[in-house]
């Protein structure tokens, strides 16, 4: 699966940001997706994700109640919504596929090493 983030930029602090993925290919609507985030120097963070199905989504703590995951099956794309950004959300966001199951397929957190398909960071910059 060939993944294509796009929506980063330089925002000022308390703005906002959507990021957009789009995972061309038949499969889409069996993909858990996750948003996952490095600053230099950080680990990797899980930021958003969204089970196959959609129903399900999990939120990194800090972000929780600031940013939001969708998903459009339809159009085989995965969106982040972005509001009220702070310096430190400041990083490179990828985002990442995982097959699914019908046993998993409601699942949305994986860890970054589940995931299987990545696409390219899009950059994100939060001055203050």
């Known amino acids: 699966v060939q993944l294509q983030a796009s929506g980063g930029g330089l925002v000022q602090a308390g703005g906002s940001l959507r990021l957009s993925c789009a995972a061309p290919?038949?499969?889409?609507?069996?993909?858990?997706m996750g948003w996952i985030r490095q600053a230099p120097g950080k680990e990797r963070d899980v930021v958003a994700a969204?089970?196959?199905?959609?129903?399900?989504?999990y939120y990194l703590p800090g972000v929780k109640g600031r940013f939001t995951v969708s998903r459009d099956n339809a159009k085989n794309t995965v969106y982040l919504q972005m509001n009220s950004l702070k310096p430190e959300d400041t990083a490179a966001y990828h985002c990442?596929?995982?097959?699914?199951?019908?046993?998993?397929?409601?699942?949305?957190?994986?860890?970054?090493?589940?995931?299987?398909?990545w696409g390219q960071g899009t950059l994100v910059t939060v001055s203050s």
């Open positions: 969204i089970s196959a199905t959609g129903e399900y989504t």
């Open positions: 290919g038949r499969a889409f609507s069996t993909l858990g």
């Open positions: 990442a596929s995982r097959p699914t199951a019908s046993y998993n397929r409601d699942h949305a957190y994986f860890t970054p090493d589940d995931y299987v398909d």
